[in-house]
């Protein structure tokens, strides 16, 4: 490797360290006095559970960064049926899907024919340059035969319209979108739009259009042309999951996967939301798209199924004054409808710091889990950089953030226990193998679209991201 790359990426390393661990500038002069950190918040007055923690539940005066994490998890519905859902599986038959790839396809949409029962409905929509499609059928068996058939039919044939594909399967969602609780397209493609819209931002605009109308959107992508950011940015405006797959023999698992995710929900139209106070000052959301208005931050979320679990974490300043006082670090408000109640939730919980001028109960009351979940998220930066350099073909600079990575892991062993980041330092050291072996066009898009799917669940994106 360069020794420029590797002098800056060990730099940057090391500075990351800092911020993550928050390290202080002096050692202190004598061991730590065994600890129990406090406990973290925890919300719950409907189908979603809120926790949250600080890495650093204390601080010293002055400038302090730390983290908040978020964990969010829907209710577990044991013992229940599925509820019935409106589905459109949206298919892309472009000439690039020829052969094996659609064949697969194919059979998963069989497979989830299979799956529906008469109280469920299924469109059936492909796309070329034109697109085709069976309307929304109740999944009765005389009508799942008819399905069968229909997707006997389905040929490869011309370019990749993307956007034309989505505005049918709404289309085809309205007819009796006021009759289901959980209205979702399933959208598969394999490449890049290259007819109709062809833009990515007008694309998200269509997305975002379905989802206004209550709507949500899955995104899976087979093979290494698609464009990962684009179908990543359709899963999360439109409030379904992502899904990337080298071999589309994995397709049919992967719509029975979010059949069951769309047919066990328990909440729509979710958002957190951090109250900043005065003088405390956020970094960001990592991974997420948040909107800032005043003191108040806003993170939309997916649509949540029982169980399903997400996390946010967000990087704030905060500044300490007088030792022995609580510091308000941040209000942290949760809102969805609760489909389970069929009405409006709000759930709330505050965290604050204690200030303290002992630089080692700082460090011996560091929250071990939100200081792995922070490092986390910290590396899927790193490893978003790290895609974009490899598919630049930068590959030293692209394995010199994931060497960063594994220092941050290091360091962070040190706070909770190696066996807390042993599966981390692990997953880092396959991904340096994965750049090392990619040494052509296919395998380097399937490496960065791995990187990107790594990183999507590292930010917390757990349920959302299959």
Not at 57 to 85: A, C, K, M, N, W
Not at 309 to 334: C, F, H, I, M, W
Not at 414 to 432: C, F, I, M, R, T
């Amino acid at each position: 490797m360069n020794k420029t790359v590797v002098f800056v990426s060990l730099t940057a390393a090391l500075a990351l360290t800092a911020l993550v661990l928050g390290l202080p500038r002096l050692a202190p002069s004598h061991p730590a006095t065994p600890v129990s950190p406090p406990r973290p918040a925890t919300a719950t007055n409907g189908s979603l559970s809120m926790t949250s923690r600080l890495s650093h539940p204390y601080i010293i005066p002055g400038s302090s960064d730390l983290f908040v994490t978020v964990d969010l998890t829907g209710v577990e519905v044991p013992g229940s049926q599925r509820s019935p859902v409106n589905l459109a599986v949206v298919i892309d038959r472009s000439g690039s899907m020829s052969g094996y790839k659609l064949q697969q396809a194919k059979q998963a949409a069989r497979h989830l024919v299979g799956l529906l029962g008469p109280e469920d409905r299924l469109a059936i929509v492909h796309y070329g340059s034109d697109v085709k499609s069976l309307p929304s059928l109740a999944a009765t068996p005389a009508n799942r035969e008819r399905m069968l058939q229909y997707i006997e039919g389905i040929w490869d044939d011309g370019g990749t319209n993307i956007g034309a594909g989505l505005h049918a399967g709404r289309a085809h969602l309205e007819t009796a979108k006021g009759n289901y609780r959980v209205n979702r397209i399933i959208l598969m493609s394999d490449g890049q739009a290259t007819e109709g819209i062809t833009e990515d931002a007008g694309l998200t605009e269509v997305v975002k259009g379905i989802r206004a109308e209550g709507i949500s959107v899955s995104a899976i992508g087979v093979g290494t042309d698609f464009n990962e950011d684009l179908m990543q940015g359709f899963a999360e405006y439109g409030a379904g999951a992502y899904g990337f797959l080298e071999d589309a023999g994995q397709l049919a698992t992967l719509f029975q996967r979010d059949l069951q995710q769309a047919a066990t929900s328990v909440a729509r139209n979710v958002e957190l939301s951090f109250t900043l106070p005065e003088g405390v000052m956020l970094g960001e959301v990592l991974g997420y798209r948040a909107h800032q208005e005043g003191r108040t931050v806003r993170v939309p979320l997916p649509d949540f199924s029982s169980g399903q679990v997400e996390r946010v974490v967000a990087q704030l300043t905060v500044v300490g004054t007088k030792p022995g006082s609580a510091v308000d670090v941040t209000g942290l408000k949760l809102t969805y409808l609760d489909l389970l109640k069929d009405a409006g939730v709000e759930s709330a919980a505050s965290l604050s710091a204690m200030v303290t001028e002992r630089q080692e109960e700082v460090l011996a009351r560091q929250d071990k889990d939100a200081t792995v979940y922070a490092t986390r998220a910290m590396s899927a930066k790193n490893l978003k950089l790290a895609a974009q350099a490899l598919r630049d073909g930068r590959k030293e600079e692209a394995k010199g953030y994931v060497m960063q990575n594994q220092a941050l892991f290091q360091q962070a062993s040190q706070v909770a226990s190696p066996a807390a980041v042993e599966a981390d330092l692990a997953e880092q050291k396959a991904v340096l193998q994965d750049y090392e072996q990619a040494n052509d066009d296919e395998a380097v898009g399937a490496a960065v679209k791995r990187s990107k799917t790594r990183a999507a669940k590292s930010f917390g994106k757990l349920g959302s991201t299959y």
